[in-house]
C-alpha cells in the first residue's frame, strides 16, 4: 500500500522477540536477541530500538537504540542479532538483567547504514567502548570488497574494550588505547586520532564512540584528504524517526546549517556534514 | 479496508476509525507507514507547518519522565513550500486521511495557509494548532484570549474551501476550554481538538510541555466537560491514550475521535493495533 517495492527489504520491523542468550563479556552484556526477520535486513551501521519493561503500560516510554553487532544465522530461530549492553541507567540495567527466554518488543533495523566504498580501498575502523559494536560486521562487508581494513580500539579501561581478539582476526593492524594504559598506549581516540588516521594511509574512515572522539577522527580524517562516516549516538526517544527529538546540527545541502533527525538521517554522517562543536554544546 | 468499523464523520469527512494519529508524533507519515503502523487508522495528523521554514530548537528535545514525556521541538518544520512539495505527495497517495496541521504569525499569514493547502490534492482537513506551550514566545499569534483564537479560525474559515474540514486544537485549560471551544466554533470550526501538552519544564529549565499518561485524565475531564457544555459540537480527545480502552474511554465521555501522540514513540504500531481492536480484529 504505502512503500516502495524497492526498499522493502530494508523497512524495519516492530515485533516481539525474545533473548536467546545473555553472556557477560568484560563490562558487556551480549545479548543474542530471536527477532523473527529483523537479522536479515541489517547493514552495518543500521541499529535496533527496544522497549524498557514487562510490564504493560510500561513506565519507561522512551525506547533504548542499540548498535548491531553480530547477525548469526542458527538452526532452529533463523537468523539473530546481538547487541553489546553496558549495565548502566534504566534501560542498561534492566536489558543486562534479562533472562535467556524472555520476551522483547524491538524494532528495527533503524537508520542509514555505513556507505560502502565502491573501490578496494584502505580504511581505517575506529571505535570506542561498547559503540565499537557495529565495526565489526562492517569490517567483515569491507574485506568482500577487497578492502584493507586497520582498526583503532579505545576505552577506558580492559574491561571497556571490544572485541580486541575479532579485531585481530579481521583486521591487517590494530592498535589499541585505553585510558588507564591498562592494554595497549595510554590515552584516548580524540589524542591519538592525528596520528592513527595519518599513519593508517586511509582513504576511508568509519568511526563510532564518544562525539569528541568522533570530532577528532572527522578532523583528522579531513586534513588526511579522506572521507570519513561517523556513527553518531544520541538519546533518541523514539528511534523511529516520529518524533523529531534527536536531532544532530549538520551542514545542509546548500552549505546552510540545519537540524536533522539522528534516527533517520544518521545514525551515520559524512564527519564533515556535522557540525562537531555545536553537538559538543547543545544542550542534551 | 473492511468495514465492520465504526465509521465516523467530522464536518462530512468519513474516517475509517474514530482513532489518528496525533500532531508531531507520527514523523512524515513515511517511517509509520514502514512500520505498519498507519494501517486502518481514521487520519494522520502532520506535524506543526508554518509558512515559513523553521529550525527548532538545538540539542535534546524530548525527555522521558516518569509521568509521560517532556518535550518542546520548537515547532522544528521545513515551512509550506518545501512540505508541499516533498511531504505532502507522499501522504496524498498514501491510503490515509491527511489533516494538516498549521499555525501561523498572523491573521493574514493563517488566510494565507488556508487558501494554499485547501487548494492542494490530497489535504483532507486543517488543524489549527492553536495551544501550543509557549507559542507567543514562538512568534505565534497569540491565542491565548478565547476570542484571539476564535479571530484565527475565522481568518481560515474565510479562504478554505467547504469541502475541507477545519478543526481547532485548543488546549486542556481547565477555567477557559468551555469558552474557547465555544468561540472557535461560532467561528467556524467544525470539530474542536482537545490536546496538546500541558505546560511543563524541561529538566535542562527550558519552557516546554508535557504529553503522556499523565495527561489521560486532564483530557478526559476537559472532553466531557465541552461536551456537557456544547453537546452537538465533535470533539476530538488527546491525551495519553495508548490503546482501544483508552480510545474508548474518551469515547465514552463524548469525544468523536481519539488522537494517539506519545505512546506511539513507545510503540510505532499501538494506533493502527487500536483501530483495528475497536474494529473487533484482535
Ligand atoms: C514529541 C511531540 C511533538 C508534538 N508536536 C506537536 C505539534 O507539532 N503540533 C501539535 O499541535 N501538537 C504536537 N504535540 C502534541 C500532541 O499532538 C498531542 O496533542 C499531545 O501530546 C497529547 O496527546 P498524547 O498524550 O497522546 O501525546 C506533540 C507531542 C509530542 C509528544
Known sequence: MTQQPTRVAHTPLHVRGEVLSSKRIGAYRHLTLVAPGMAERHRPGTFVAVSVGHTRPRAHLARRSYWVHRVRPTGSHGATLEVVVEPTGTGGTWLAGLDQGDPIEVTGPLGRPFALPKEPVTCLLVGEGYAAAPLFPLAERLRERGCTVTMLLAAPDEAHLLGTLDARRTARAVTVVTGDGSVGAKGTVAEVAPEVVAKSGADVVYATGSHEGLHAVAAAAEAQGAWSQTGVAVDQPCGTGLCFGCTIPVVGEAGSPRHVRACVEGPVFRGDRVRWTDLRTEPR | ?282
Open chain 2, 1 to 282: 479496508m473492511t468495514a465492520t468499523a465504526p465509521e465516523v464523520a467530522i464536518a462530512g469527512l468519513a474516517l475509517a476509525s474514530p482513532v489518528l494519529v496525533a500532531a508531531g508524533c507520527g514523523g512524515t507519515g513515511r517511517e509509520l507507514a514502514a512500520l505498519d503502523g498507519l494501517t486502518g487508522v481514521g487520519g494522520f495528523v502532520t506535524r506543526t507547518i508554518t509558512l515559513d521554514p523553521r529550525e527548532g530548537h538545538p540539542g535534546r528535545r524530548v525527555h522521558e519522565t516518569d509521568a509521560g514525556f517532556v518535550h518542546a521541538t520548537g515547532l522544528a518544520n521545513p515551512g509550506l513550500h518545501q512540505f508541499l512539495a516533498t511531504e505532502l505527495p507522499w501522504l496524498a497517495a498514501a491510503d490515509v486521511r491527511t489533516v494538516v496541521s498549521v499555525a501561523a504569525s498572523s491573521l493574514g499569514e493563517y488566510a494565507d495557509l488556508a487558501r494554499r493547502l485547501g487548494d492542494s490534492p490530497g489535504v483532507d482537513g486543517l488543524e489549527l494548532d492553536l495551544a501550543t506551550p509557549d507559542g507567543p514566545a514562538l512568534g505565534l499569534f497569540d491565542t491565548r484570549e478565547p476570542f484571539q483564537a476564535a479571530r484565527a479560525v475565522a481568518a481560515v474559515r474565510r479562504d478554505l474551501p467547504r469541502g475541507t474540514a477545519l478543526l481547532a486544537k485548543v488546549g486542556h485549560d481547565p477555567l477557559r476550554v468551555v469558552e474557547t471551544a465555544r468561540a472557535v466554533a461560532e467561528a467556524g470550526a467544525d470539530a474542536v481538538v482537545l490536546g496538546n501538552a500541558l505546560p511543563a519544564l524541561l529538566p535542562d529549565g527550558r519552557p516546554g510541555g508535557l504529553s503522556g499518561p499523565a495527561v489521560r485524565p486532564v483530557a478526559l475531564r476537559t472532553v466531557a466537560e465541552v461536551h456537557a457544555a456544547l453537546p452537538g459540537l465533535p470533539l476530538v480527545g488527546a491525551g495519553g491514550a495508548a490503546g482501544a480502552d483508552h480510545v474508548r474511554a474518551f469515547l465514552a465521555a463524548g469525544a468523536t475521535a481519539v488522537q494517539i501522540g506519545a505512546a506511539l514513540l513507545h510503540d510505532p504500531t499501538c494506533a493502527a493495533r487500536a483501530a483495528a481492536d475497536l474494529r473487533g480484529e484482535t
